[in-house]
């Protein structure tokens, strides 16, 4: 349930142009989420788009061009739920968020389209007024619960529960999968050392 808010330089995108965008990057939401591409998958995908006046954005100081090439000014804020995507999977989305701008926009993908991965703790997604989990996503999009992202998920949740019950958490503090609460730790483990020591 990934959702992109592109922001770009007033003038840059005529109507036609954020359709087509649109769609370019309503493509990579799906890739994003393992190519769910069914209607609970499409019913995630949300964009976004947000005009500012040359005078709204500046960059190094100048509300101008100076510091920017083409295809012009491009910020992209991308939400994901916590612990859906490796290193790998979100420099992809880099990539191809890029390479859609730059296609749709023309004169290549310039050091002014920034992208920005936001990762929304698990237990903070809602929808319909009821939260939901990244463990129950894969259903209503039409994945596997046993594919391998969600196994990745599982492991990093895992991982964080161990870290969280280790650090003394209350196991009701939420930022796992319903499934999941703070484990204790491995008698095994190394002791977490005190912040600041």
Same mark, same amino acid.
């Given at each position: 349930?990934?959702?992109?808010?592109?922001?770009?330089?007033?003038?840059?995108?005529?109507?036609?142009?954020?359709?087509?965008?649109?769609?370019?990057?309503?493509?990579?939401?799906i890739q994003m989420e393992g190519g769910a591409n069914t209607p609970g998958g499409r019913g995630f995908a949300w964009v976004f788009f947000t005009a500012f006046a040359e005078d709204d954005w500046w960059i190094g100081g100048s509300a101008g061009d100076e510091y920017v090439s083409p295809p012009g000014k491009f910020l992209v804020h991308i939400a994901i739920p916590?612990?859906?995507?490796?290193?790998?999977?979100? @420099?992809?989305? /880099?990539?191809?968020?890029?390479?859609? %701008? #730059? *296609?749709?926009? &023309?004169?290549?993908?310039? =050091?002014?389209? !920034?992208?920005?991965?936001?990762?929304?703790?698990?237990?903070?997604?809602? @929808?319909?007024? /009821?939260?939901?989990?990244?463990?129950? %996503? #894969? *259903?209503?999009? &039409?994945?596997?619960?046993? =594919?391998?992202? !969600?196994?990745?998920?599982?492991?990093?949740?895992?991982?964080?529960?161990?870290?969280?019950?280790?650090?003394?958490?209350?196991?009701?503090?939420?930022?796992?999968?319903?499934?999941?609460?703070?484990?204790?730790?491995?008698?095994?483990?190394?002791?977490?050392?005190?912040?600041?020591?």
């Amino acid at each position: 349930m990934p959702i992109m808010d592109v922001r770009y330089a007033a003038g840059s995108l005529d109507k036609e142009a954020k359709a087509v965008l649109a769609q370019k990057l309503t493509d990579v939401l799906i890739q994003m989420e393992g190519g769910a591409n069914t209607p609970g998958g499409r019913g995630f995908a949300w964009v976004f788009f947000t005009a500012f006046a040359e005078d709204d954005w500046w960059i190094g100081g100048s509300a101008g061009d100076e510091y920017v090439s083409p295809p012009g000014k491009f910020l992209v804020h991308i939400a994901i739920p916590e612990g859906y995507m490796n290193i790998a999977h979100k @420099n992809e989305v /880099h990539a191809w968020v890029a390479a859609a %701008i #730059a *296609e749709v926009a &023309g004169s290549g993908a310039g =050091g002014s389209i !920034l992208t920005v991965i936001d990762e929304v703790t698990e237990g903070n997604w809602g @929808n319909a007024g /009821h939260p939901i989990s990244l463990e129950s %996503i #894969a *259903e209503s999009v &039409g994945q596997s619960k046993q =594919g391998e992202r !969600l196994r990745w998920s599982r492991s990093y949740f895992e991982a964080k529960a161990r870290a969280m019950a280790a650090a003394g958490f209350p196991k009701d503090a939420g930022g796992l999968f319903p499934s999941l609460t703070p484990l204790e730790p491995s008698p095994n483990a190394p002791p977490v050392a005190a912040s600041g020591s």
